[in-house]
Nanobody
């Protein structure tokens, strides 16, 4: 098993930046493909970005492409999400998730395929 804890959320003005972190503990971090999802009030959870176990492949939702960057640091067992040029529509609770069952170069985009989830961190972007 792996335990995930997100941090770094907060309130920011439109156009600003935040960096989210997801600290993993338990099994070896590099065994997991990782992803970020978000859920706004009254909406379904949506995929934001994913990264393969190796870190060599990433896949972004169109809504965040060019503004968000995912990265992982296996030495620190931490996943990151750098969010730039934030918009009010980015306001949501952001979750990190881990999948252990795929090949090392696969990016997982479906929430139902993730085995472990963090508790979420709130990001609020004011206009």
């Amino acid at each position: 098993q792996v335990q995930l804890v997100e941090s770094g959320g907060g309130l920011v003005q439109a156009g600003g930046s935040l960096r989210l972190s997801c600290a993993a503990s338990g099994r070896t971090f590099s065994l997991y493909a990782m992803g970020w999802f978000r859920q706004a009030p009254g909406q379904e959870r949506e995929f934001v970005v994913g990264i393969s176990k190796s870190g060599g492949r990433t896949y972004y939702a169109d809504s965040v492409k060019g503004r968000f960057t995912i990265s992982r640091d296996s030495a620190k067992n931490t996943l990151y999400l750098q969010m730039n040029s934030l918009k009010p529509e980015d306001t949501a609770v952001y979750y990190c998730a881990a999948n252990s069952g795929v090949h090392s170069n696969v990016v997982v985009t479906l929430s139902r395929l993730y085995d472990y989830w963090g508790q979420g961190t709130q990001v609020t972007v004011s206009s």
